[in-house]
């Protein structure tokens, strides 16, 4: 798709809109469609796509930063030190590259920009008065340390055999399997933890630092509360049950911190040659951040569908979620 095709939006406010009515992922629908499921693992996968490329940063880490499960059994410093360097210099390549690239640089314009505003320079509701600060500051001070607590609890887990451990050789279609089966698995729990963290008191007192960002960037994506943190990457702890291997859990926490970054981008897509050559963030999402009360998960697992709060980004969704945040709010 080229820039120069870019549908109209279909909401008033935005700068682009992708194609509506938005769609949910075709796994769970009835009757079963079985091509319209390959189509979408096939687009969700290649060629070039962020879930494989994460694929290739786990192995990556695991090759040449990861400690292997016999020091892991023991704490100490020094390979827990070296995990969280990893992380943060993950974090800044990935959130820092793209926030120059779209913001600081003005690289692409508005090409495939949902949000016509700049991101906001100042803000009494801030942290550090600025949104681009505040953001740096609780994704890194905050999410990549809880990030890498969880990634150290499990290998010391494993290394000590509490945790079961996944070998290639003990089942590699599983093996295989397992890196399709995580990013299913984190829809199906951010859904429910997402929905828990509009319930009033846990929203105003730990998810309303996320909303600050009415209008994201790359840096706003792991900007939580310390308790959110806790919560959102926990999707990890089911590697106490479901057995894995390190690289899954590289993969695991590496989709849910970087993803963020990058489904918070702004951007639909990143064009090179003004076409679009890597998918990035979801105008699904980025509606939740300017109406709050819909579309609380994401594409995979339907579950906003389900329980009415699905924004298609059409102008009669618009009107429907219009009604039902009236209700919540007079409620």
């Keep these: 798709m080229t820039a120069s095709n870019d549908p109209k939006p279909s909401l008033p406010g935005w700068n682009y809109t992708p194609n509506v009515p938005i769609e949910v992922s075709p796994l769970f629908q009835w009757p079963p469609r079985p091509f319209a499921v390959l189509r979408w693992l096939w687009d969700s996968w290649f060629l070039i796509s962020e879930r494989l490329i994460i694929v290739g940063i786990a192995f990556a ?16 410093l020094g390979w827990i030190a070296q995990i969280w360097l990893r992380n943060i210099f993950l974090m800044t390549l990935i959130a820092g590259g793209l926030h120059i690239y779209f913001y600081r640089w003005n690289a692409q314009g508005k090409k495939l920009r949902y949000d016509p505003r700049p991101l906001m320079v100042n803000g009494r ?13 609780w994704t890194l001070a905050s999410g990549v340390t809880i990030w890498t607590g969880y990634e150290c609890l499990m290998f010391w887990a494993m290394g000590n055999g509490w945790a079961p451990v996944l070998n290639w050789e003990d089942n590699p279609v599983w093996f295989v399997a397992l890196f399709l ?151």
């Design 61 to 76: 880490s695991l090759v040449w930063t990861q400690p292997p499960l016999e020091v892991t059994r023991n704490l100490e």
């Design 125 to 137: 509701q801030f942290t550090l008065g600025g949104q681009i600060r505040d953001n740096m500051f």
């Design 181 to 331: 089966a995580i990013p299913l698995w984190e829809s199906f729990y951010f859904y429910l933890i997402h929905r828990a963290l509009h319930w009033p008191p846990l929203y105003k007192r730990v998810h309303s630092l996320h909303h600050r960002n009415v209008n994201v960037g790359p840096w706003s994506g792991m900007s939580m509360h310390p308790v959110e943190h806790v919560i959102f990457l926990g999707s990890v702890l089911i590697h106490w049950i479901i057995p894995a291997n390190p690289v899954h859990i590289l993969y695991h926490m590496q989709y849910l911190t970087l993803t963020a970054a990058t489904s918070h981008s702004g951007y639909e897509a990143l064009l090179m040659r003004d076409r679009n050559r890597l998918k990035l963030g979801t105008f699904h999402h980025q509606m939740h951040h300017r109406y709050f009360e819909c579309n609380y998960g994401s594409l995979e697992v339907p579950w906003d569908k389900m329980f009415g709060s699905f924004h298609d980004g059409t102008p009669e969704a618009n009107e429907r979620m219009k009604e039902r945040r009236k209700r919540i709010m007079g409620a």
